[in-house]
């Protein structure tokens, strides 16, 4: 008896290290690198958002790897896929409008429309499905205007935003239309100093620190209302 106890104890300890290990591999971790660029990794899979190309004159290129790139804009600052590769490792590149399923993620592209000098470029909002979670990339959006597709889809447990005003959404609008998607926490990209500091203003997170990384669960979420997360880069 005493033998057979120790197996079911010893049994016991194996599945809950299993189960704490699989829930550790849960976790999604982001990391801002300048720009418009984001990492995020959950178990053995990275994903990058606007990588910086090497032809950027504005950001230092993309120096890690990846499995998966989501290109938003056909610009130096946000198409380098081959900086994020490794050997003979490239990553899966998504890029412009569609419906996209690689390594379990699923993801949507939505077209929308900003100025940039003379030109219309087609900027590329991702929503998707990662690690549990609905993430949802606004690129360099210029516009509170999306797309009546995208507006249908489950609020983001995470929005990554642009607040840097100019040729991007003003910290103003850019907090209206956190507000508008009830987004549960809010990543504010392409600021600055001056950007990000009226950014927080208008969202009431005035005294948030930047951090060097966000890991995030699922069951983190759940009561979360537009909380502001500031990444450093």
């Given amino acids: 008896m005493i033998t057979n106890w120790s197996m079911l104890e010893s049994l016991h300890v194996f599945c809950f290290f299993l189960q704490a290990t699989s829930y550790k591999l849960s ?4 990391t801002y690198h300048s720009g418009a660029c984001i990492r995020a990794s959950a178990g053995d899979t990275t994903i990058v958002f606007a990588p910086v190309s090497k032809q950027s004159k504005n950001f230092k290129p993309t120096n890690f790897g990846a499995d998966v790139a989501f290109i938003p804009l056909n610009h130096a600052d ?5 900086e994020a590769a490794r050997g003979d490792k490239k990553p899966f590149v998504v890029y412009g409008p569609g419906e996209y399923e690689v390594k379990e993620i699923t993801a949507s592209g939505f077209a929308t429309v900003r100025k940039d000098k003379a030109d219309d470029l087609i900027n590329t909002v991702y929503w998707l499905k990662f690690d549990g979670l ?8 210029a516009s509170m205007d999306l797309p009546a597709e995208l507006l249908e889809m489950d609020e983001p447990d995470v929005l990554i935003v642009p607040v840097g005003g100019g040729q991007v959404l003003s910290p103003a609008d850019a907090q209206k239309l956190a507000v508008k998607l009830e987004a549960k926490v809010v990543i504010p990209i392409m600021y600055d100093d001056k950007s990000l500091k009226q950014f927080l203003k208008e969202a009431g997170a005035e005294g948030t620190k930047a951090e060097e990384k966000l890991t995030i669960k699922p069951r983190d979420v759940a009561d979360k209302q537009n909380e502001v997360v500031v990444l450093s880069f």
């Fill in 134 to 141: 609905n993430v949802l990339y606004l690129g360099c959006l």
């Fill in 78 to 82: 946000m198409n380098g896929a081959e």
């Fill in 27 to 30: 976790a999604m971790i982001l």
